[in-house]
């Protein structure tokens, strides 16, 4: 036993030996690689920490938001006049052109309504054509009516002239038989009393007797005579006065009359003008049985077939404007401190994974809330600052690859160089 228990020492001495001699650069090399991974933190450190300095100097000099969507206008396609539907010649994501016929109405109505106005247009023709040779024949009549009137007082004025001299030569011979008959009648008292003292013959006296009654009856006779003449002077002069004012009618309404055919005549032209306006919308009205593109676009929210009874201002689809679209960009409000009209911008298209030129176009008038139908009221009492949104406009530059798949709606993310 004592010769195994002194076996087992120098074996154990032994194998202590190697540890002794390889312990120092195992420590070393262990403190080594302490070193390294402690440095190699501090590296990466160092680089995290200078790549976040570039990324925060880099992105000093964008805005970005991922509230933008591609915005594009869109006409609501709606009749013109009502009517029933026959033909349909659209479906549903069609590109049409500008004037592109999208749909049909029965035209029956419309075509009455044409021939309607047609005839109310001859006739009001027929009688302008009717009226208006009665403007120059009222002209002439009213220059005869004037003539003769003036005739008429010249004559009645020469008549009352002519009975005003009548007149003064009845009062003459009235004067001078009344004369007669005084020397008369004193020749037949004096032959009465000779004839009594028979100083003259029966026969003389009844000469003067009988010139006496004779000179009796002539003053009678002058003095009616008078008398009548008298009463046509007051004719003549009541012919001329009533002559006078028929002139005067006539002078004083010939113009009002002539007028009148004129007003007469112009309210026939209207007439044409007024069915001929009525024409021209009954084939307006025709031509709008036939529904047409007004743009040039995609056609979507088709909404009308064969048989629909459709009414003005009904929709009946849309037509997507894909000609000219853009970007609407709603920024926060802290981010527009630097952006304006004509800065660069970078668009990555979700849907087709792609990056497009832009710039900003112009800033919006008004924060989203505004634009809302319901806006807040902050002046309630019960107010809670939240940053607002501003609707910014970028414009796609032309020319670029993918501008034809974009549409309306369609979610984007831009980038503003600042």
């Known amino acids: 036993m004592t010769t195994g228990v002194v076996t087992e020492q120098p074996g154990a001495a032994a194998g202590a030996a190697p540890e002794e001699e390889h312990g120092e650069p195992v420590a070393k090399a262990r403190v080594w690689s302490s070193k390294r991974k402690r440095l190699a933190i501090v590296v990466a450190a160092a680089v995290l920490v200078c790549a976040a300095l570039v990324y925060w100097l880099y992105e000093r000099r964008f805005e970005d938001t991922d509230d933008a969507e591609i915005d594009a206008n869109i006409s609501n396609v709606s009749p013109r006049v009502s009517g029933t539907v026959t033909v349909v010649h659209v479906v549903e994501n069609q590109h049409v052109l500008v004037g592109q016929l999208l749909a049909e109405l029965d035209p029956a109505d419309l075509e009455v309504a044409v021939e309607v106005a047609q005839a109310q247009l001859a006739q009001a023709e027929a009688q302008l054509e009717a009226e208006h040779p009665t403007v120059p024949i009222t002209e002439e009549t009213n220059k005869t009516t004037v003539s003769t009137a003036g005739s008429d007082i010249v004559s009645a004025e020469a008549a009352l002239d002519q009975a005003r001299k009548n007149v003064d030569q009845l009062v003459a011979q009235l004067v001078q038989a009344m004369a007669g008959d005084r020397e008369a009648q004193i020749e037949a008292r004096r032959a009465e009393r000779l004839l009594a003292d028979e100083a003259i013959p029966r026969q003389e006296y009844d000469q003067k007797e009988a010139a006496a009654t004779s000179s009796a009856a002539n003053v009678v006779a002058v003095r009616e005579a008078l008398e009548a003449a008298r009463a046509s002077l007051t004719g003549r002069g009541a012919a001329v006065a009533t002559t006078q004012s028929r002139l005067a ?54 909404s009308i077939d064969v048989g629909d009874h459709v009414a003005p201002g009904q929709q009946v689809l849309a037509i997507t404007q894909t000609q000219e679209m853009w970007v609407t960009a709603n920024f926060r409000e802290t981010q527009l401190e630097k952006i304006h009209p004509g800065q660069s911008v970078g ?72």
Do not use: C
């Open 249 to 302: 009618e006539a002078r004083a309404n010939a113009p009002k009359q002539l007028e009148a055919r004129k007003a007469s005549v112009d309210w026939r032209r209207a007439s044409i003008d007024a069915a001929r306006a009525q024409l021209a919308q009954a084939e307006l009205n025709l031509s709008y049985a036939q529904i047409r593109s007004p743009v040039a676009g995609i056609v979507g929210k088709k």
């Open 347 to 418: 668009v990555h298209v979700d849907a087709l994974g792609v990056t497009l030129r832009g710039s900003v176009e112009s800033i919006g008038g008004a924060t989203g809330s505004r634009y809302s139908v319901l806006p807040p009221e902050n002046a309630t009492g019960n107010y809670v600052k939240v940053v607002q949104r501003v609707p910014v406009r970028i414009a796609l530059d032309p020319g670029q690859a993918g501008l034809d798949r974009l549409r309306p709606g369609m979610s984007v993310e831009p980038k503003v160089r600042l």
